[in-house]
């Protein structure tokens, strides 16, 4: 397997090629994480950067590109949102709709740039937002998304909850690929419903940059027998709109426009625990590796989470993966709705 | 009843035929028992060979054929998988998946011949593999598969459990048929479920060739009165890959080539504890005899296991036959595994 | 009550006509009990015989016809089937299923005549035969069975026995209707579960044609305030196929083909006591009575075995009437048996 | 087996002597049931009579002495007690305590002539009247009772309800003995409790004097593989007291002074159903027989009603034979009453 | 471990001392199985045999001791009791009860020789025959009985059914000893029952003597991981009451007095099926073997049927192992029986 | 929090006292891990040296000293048992029955030492082994115990599987504790299921000393939100039998006594993910920490895995806790068993 040297993303600079060797088989995917911040506040600019991010990649080879946790609405660090109503506002603005134009570009970006794209994003569903994740295909289609079940904290504040049905995994032509976001992949009910949906390839956007968050994407990565993509963003002060438009709850807003405030560690680890790229606390940038799919039958003879090593008669998890409404009604075979005449 | 001479089987030479005589009454079935070594590491070669006794056991008139445990995949004679981790790679490699094209094509071999086909295969689920033994009628379709319940000593390594949903007995034109694997035929309660199912050609594929397996194949005959038909294959030290790439633990592999690694046995048992056909310890064998399932009355008359020589009243046995997993979803109707896009 | 002649049967010859009387009032019954031989070995003709018979009673008026133990598949009279094996077979091959292409003409035949049906056969299930006693109504349905809990002597060398799940008492429009095979009938147990169902029409088909026979019959009548109506066959030698190919057992085997081998004394008692027809020791005929069903609860005034002549709270029975099976699953809601593909 | 005739009781006439032949095997039990009526009013000498038939049964080698249903205390009939205060009265003084000063006498007399006693009492216990039996064994001792469990018709009037603590059956050296009065031998739990209790020579004292009666017995009979000794008194209009002192009910009284009120019919049936003595109709009488207990395991080798015919998993039945009180005391370890300083 | 020979009884002769050798491991139980006739008809008799028989298995240094079914009591070979009423009444007299004075002293000759005695008994309880077996301790006590489950064909007019409260293994200082009676044998729930308890020494007291029950008791110490020892009768003719005392069945009683009609076969196998003494089809004869309880684990650790090679949770047998009583008393802490004034 | 130095084993030597220092509040809990290897095939030595570490961990001042898996019975380490068949019995041998001798002697150490024990052991169950965890209170008290639920690899081979009626939590004085062993802590369902019974010591006997270990460590820290206790053993070559009583199966068995085979690792980790002693890889050493129980409501504020960031209607698990036998008894109120007499 030829690993693939993880590249710190001068400002504007072009990425190193990377050798892709001739040993590479068949079933090897190259697989890129970004490590890079949300332009806050401005979803057209953000599509625009990632965009280039994914010209990038592409032209590393990358054939799947995994975003961070809300690369797109952005994550509302250290934002009470209490103090300023507007910015609930523009943070509503930021969001988008899915479907929608933006999932529409989305698409065609990934369809240009022939890559499976894994996208972190704030979705608004009428007057609720929720952390998503979209996933599209390399022909340019939007496959579908993940709703994250629980916030964290204050997000719970911000954000919605997810239910049962929107926690696919996909099978492509690189392999089986969902999501869970950021705490999600602390949940170990939900990582066992994408262990039994067969999950190959593990994304897991998010916001935690702190060093013992690598313990559990290796911890994921031998549990569940699958490779495993750890996007965060990192993120100086300065990428968030200025004080007083957004203030730093609980930090006597002395950070420089340099200070960081998210530091990354974006990370990919084989089925074996074997860290193949990262993690990078240096800047923004792009964690890339060869996954070798082979490996995930070798981790999997020792230990099968969802096969040999269960005990289903013991211990079963039971997923409800059906959309629940607050409403429904009985003459609708789809969502509620106002009627459309 | 006329008996089918077992005929050894030359090098690539046809079978000769046998006289089928004139008394063969209506519900009289002519069996075949395969006894015949996979040829490992090389599924497309096994079928072919599997196709070729096919024939030949059809063209005896056979309209049941019976092969051993684990033909298509191999059993894993004297390996410990532990040292060449290249090797489990290429056995789950050989491995099929159900349904899946191999499966498809012993269905169409069955159909060819118009033959009832019991094949013992190694079924790949996942990243986890089953000894599976696969059921096909003579109209060329697939009807449903028996998964090992408990592997034995080492097999516990490379092998996956089974659950209750998988044992079934067919109700077919030449009578009901079912399996047991190997030492699951040393299980009385497994056994019993057969019974319960109202087995009358019980199939043993099997793995082992030692002569006191012949007394319990002769009294699962009379338990169960029902003709019992094991099949074992004939393997010698050369249809298995050469060393190092394949190495036979234990042994200080000094095996010649022409080392017998199992020795067969095959054998087919009428209800009546009757020894129609085999053992052969002879080499690669057609066992073949024809089954008159009128006997199975006349057994039964004096001891039926599960009609009037039960007590149910004193003793029960449950099996629990809904399939057990791990994981499972409200919405899915069958089993857990990704969406298709 | 206009008591119905008790008629001879001629060789094929028609019933005379009875007269019905013009006071027979509304909630009278006119049921005729068959004192007829099974074609031994040969169903489809004692089904053509049953008709033939019911016919008769039809013709007669009767509403309901009883006929005795096994007259489908016949009584085993005299045989230790120990000798020929060829004879087991024969009597398997006779019995029938149940369901099954016989229970349904026999339905048919009911509904044809408009009559009620209690009908004695043997019964096989998979390898085992039952003593089996078959309901069916006048709308030409099969309602449902009685298998015997309990062969007498050599009858348990040759029949299954029955669990607390097949005890039934159907309510009709003609009355409460249920059955005891035999010496069942001396089981008090098995009769208060009967009394403890309700019964009224009170079935008992039998082999025994000693006397003291009459004794039980008019004590059930009186024990349980019902009507009675005893079943059996009337057999010469010559109704059994002649030796070899059938012998009787502790014979010196010199009956003439005229012998009489089972002499009948088929009867109907009234709930007070009274013998309403027959007993008949002459030869085969129909027995037939009109039952006036204003009788039970004057003989229950006094006496009501189940009511107030009870003292449950010293002497209570328990009737365990769920199915018993040696094997039962989980999956199934319905009896085990193959798949049928 | 040398039967004994039945004599005639001529007016204070001794009793043919029987022979008892010389092929009496050791386990045969002569035994006499005693077809008597009660001098009405008068309990002296009503026990005064009975000593004298005692004295004439045992004087024809009689080891056994069975007594009609309350033959001491008198059955009540054709009596309402609802016209005369007065009557109800004199019956209830001529009940007996039990125990009291004629249990005693009755032991006295049972050791006096050697002889088993089985004698039908009006049994006294405060304000409430019981019809009771009575047991006594050769050596002079009272045994205990049996209270009739529940009285028929007009009885309910006059007598309580036995309980489950008086149903004994004796093991005594003539076999194991016990007793089930009138209609209470038509209640097929409260047989089977006696058949639970392994009972050899059951006692039927009755006032049933109807012909089907004695289907009954010879039911009885085969149905628990016992003797059956059914005793009734045989009494003429003038054992009565005369009007207006008694008057039958529901006649219009023109009964003459020999008019038959009960008519007798007692009886002795063997376990195979044949009688052995009676029935009797003709007046009073000892009715005796030899009994050869070697009969009943020849009868129960077919039907073993409590034994190998009983299917206890399906039917069974409990005996609640703890005595029950309306009033208890926890601090008591015996019967309620009144404290004895 | 030292096989002791097979000695055949001479008439009257002492047996040939076995050198115990010095290699005799603590755990080893020296075992004979005893292959030897009742003497018909005489109980006392036959007791009388089977204290020689257990004096010289003694002196063989024997400390379990296994006797023929029906050892006591007679099997009643090719009677059908049908004929001759008197034979019944013979047999029923020979028959033992349990306990009484025949298990007095069959405890006591256990006692005297200090071995533990399983022996095969015809059990009489009230009127119903048991086809049983009686273990007996060193110490001389009775330890317990198991009945009968489910006779065989003609057995089931003559002995009754047991039920799950006497299926005993006994924890012993020897070994856990248990039995299950010939073609109970063939049940595979009730030996799994036996299994359940932990059976380490599996005595099949039986008589079939055709060499497929050999395959039988081969399996049965391969399925279960015991030792299995096979005590049949071997008796001639003569060993039976001439007819027309006793008449064989089916035969044209042209046997002559040294006819064999009973050929033995006892046999003793070791948990991994191999032969250690026996099968002796020559004549009467203890048939010894040394038993080295350490091969159980041996065995066991490949195949352990109730263990690590069970999967309960699709498979499990329910044992119904309460007395079933067709009647019980609420107020008996034992078996309904009658009083003992 | 004092942490408390771990300290390495001299041989034989006295630890070094530590300074519990003054800041100690009453929450806190001293525990030590035990990282030492078992006495190979010699149980009671193995028990004498547990006993020295837990006085010298006592003399630590620790309250809870936690063993590896397998310390007592031994981890069968790089042995197949396939060659040597003595080395089985030996292994069997050394294992324990619990309760049983070993069991009460390791609560009197408990109790003497006045400390929570949680020991590794191979329990005897019958003959099938189980590797299992021992918790012992303070007192003296054996609580009960954890079986493994599924064995890796080779294991299988060895033990039996647990089931669900054995995975317990046990609130004691020092907090809520229980274990799974090895990789069992790999499996999602069942750190749920530990977490759904409030695990706050969770302890992970172990045999895995690869660097990986150590992030699951952390993650199930994490996500438990409970203090981890990893406990493995230290092992050289000659720590197990020499060749050839026991080989080394997969090596050129060329390792000198002093080859480290299995090199520890034993770790305590805190709720936040702190690891507070270890990991140690040098040698045989007392692991010790103190725990400050109050750090696990600060982890849990912002992640309960089972409570306010679990999402139950959508992922729920079912632990099917009941014991699952393949045999089992109405009667009995325990397990099955024979009766001791």
Chains 1, 2, 3, 4, 5, 6 share one sequence.
Not at 91 to 100: E, F, L, N, R, S
Not at 260 to 286: D, F, T
Not at 299 to 316: C, N, Q, T
Request: with cysteine.
């Amino acid at each position: 397997m030829a690993l693939v040297p993880t590249t710190t993303i001068p400002d504007g600079a072009v990425f190193t090629e990377v050798d892709m060797g001739a040993d590479s088989a068949a079933p090897t995917v190259r697989a890129t994480v970004v490590q890079a911040s949300t332009i806050f506040y401005d979803t057209p600019a953000t599509i625009d950067k990632a965009e280039r991010l994914i010209a990038d990649a592409s032209a590393l080879g990358s054939q799947l590109i995994v975003f961070p946790e809300a690369f797109i609405g952005g994550y509302p660090r250290g934002s009470t949102f209490g103090v300023t109503i507007g910015a609930r506002s523009q943070y509503h603005a930021a969001a988008i709709d899915v479907p929608g134009p933006e999932v529409d570009r989305l698409a065609a970006i990934a369809g240009k740039y022939k890559v499976y794209l894994v996208m972190g994003v704030i979705e608004r569903e009428g007057y609720t937002l929720y952390c998503t994740v979209l996933f599209f295909n390399s022909q340019g289609q939007y496959l579908g998304k993940h709703r994250k079940l629980m916030p964290t904290a204050l997000e719970r504040i911000i954000w919605g909850f997810g239910d049962g049905s929107t926690i696919p995994v996909f099978e492509t032509s690189i392999g089986k690929i969902g999501a869970l976001i950021c705490w999600e992949n602390r949940m170990p009910l939900a990582r066992t419903a994408m262990y039994g949906k067969g999950i190959e390839i593990y994304c897991a956007p998010t916001a935690d940059s702190r060093d013992i968050w690598q313990a559990s994407m290796t911890h994921i990565a031998l549990e569940g027998g699958c490779f495993v993509l750890s996007a965060n963003q990192f993120c100086r002060r300065k990428d968030y709109p200025p004080p007083p438009e957004y203030t730093f709850a609980g930090t006597n807003e002395e950070l420089s426009p340099d200070s960081i405030v998210c530091a990354g560690g974006s990370v990919i680890i084989s089925p074996s625990g074997q860290v193949l790229a990262g993690p990078n606390y240096e800047g923004e940038a792009l964690i890339s590796a060869d996954l070798d799919l082979g490996e995930i039958a070798r981790a999997k003879f020792d230990f099968d989470v969802v096969g040999h090593y269960a005990r289903p008669e013991v211990l079963s998890l039971m997923v409800r993966d059906h959309p629940t409404t607050p409403v429904s009604f009985t003459s609708a075979s789809k969502e509620a709705g106002p009627q459309k005449p």
